[in-house]
């Protein structure tokens, strides 16, 4: 499978601590994108870091790529019980269209 | 950008019946998506909807069990037939711009009791 694995794949925290996320993915991209999913609906997209990026921020997020280790990190700042939720990473393939989505972390933030 | 309208938001099926989930995008796109997320899993691509040919199935993934239609550049089908319990997931429809970013409907929860 050329899925990317998530980690941790459930995450707890309390509101105002941060929370990172990490993605690994298995062929070379073009870009990596993060989304976020409440309660099984559908994806939002949250932030897209191109493969000659290796940070870039918006707003309390702030995603890192490491193209030599095929890996990423999403960091959500000063958490509000709002950010609840399950995240994904996802690539696109060089010269493919088709998105590969990682396994995802489920988020919880505490009140 | 991309507003997707995706019905019904919720089913609950009886098996051996078949539930056909509609998305309706806001502009014209060439390729429609649709995938299955099996719960607490994440998403896998069923296939790829193209106007005016026949949609493109993963692996693991037939027409037989995953008619698909395209009619026109804004408008999909997707209809899971002959259900089983293994079918209770949610289905998602996108429009993807490999580029910038990919657009959700809001997700179809299917349960087959």
């Known amino acids: 499978s050329q899925q990317g694995e998530e980690d941790p794949q459930a995450l707890s925290i309390q509101e105002g601590e941060n929370a990172t996320m990490n993605c690994s993915y298995k062929?070379?991209?073009?870009?990596l994108q993060w989304y976020r999913q409440n309660s099984g609906r559908g994806l939002v997209h949250l932030i897209l870091i191109r493969s000659n990026e290796r940070e870039k921020h918006s707003g309390r997020l702030r995603v890192t790529l490491d193209t030599s280790k095929k890996s990423s990190s999403l960091l959500i700042t000063a958490s509000r019980a709002a950010d609840t939720a399950s995240y994904f990473c996802?690539?696109?393939?060089?010269?493919?269209?088709?998105?590969?989505f990682g396994t995802g972390t489920r988020l919880k933030v505490l009140a | 950008s991309a507003v997707i309208s995706q019905k019904p938001s919720r089913d609950i099926c009886q098996r051996g019946t078949s539930l056909t989930i509609q998305c309706q995008v806001d502009?014209?796109?060439?390729?429609m998506f649709w995938y299955r997320q099996q719960p607490g899993q994440s998403l896998t691509l069923i296939a790829t909807a193209n106007q005016g040919s026949e949609a493109t199935y993963e692996s693991g993934f037939v027409i037989d069990k995953f008619p698909i239609s395209r009619p026109n550049l804004t408008f999909s089908t997707l209809t899971v037939s002959n259900l089983s319990p293994e079918d209770s997931s949610i289905y998602l429809c996108s429009v993807e711009d490999p580029g910038s970013e990919a657009f959700f409907g809001q997700g179809t929860r299917l349960t087959v009791v």
């Open positions: 996802a690539t696109v393939a060089g010269g493919t269209y088709k998105y590969i």
């Open positions: 062929t070379s991209i073009n870009n």
């Open positions: 502009s014209q796109v060439t390729m």
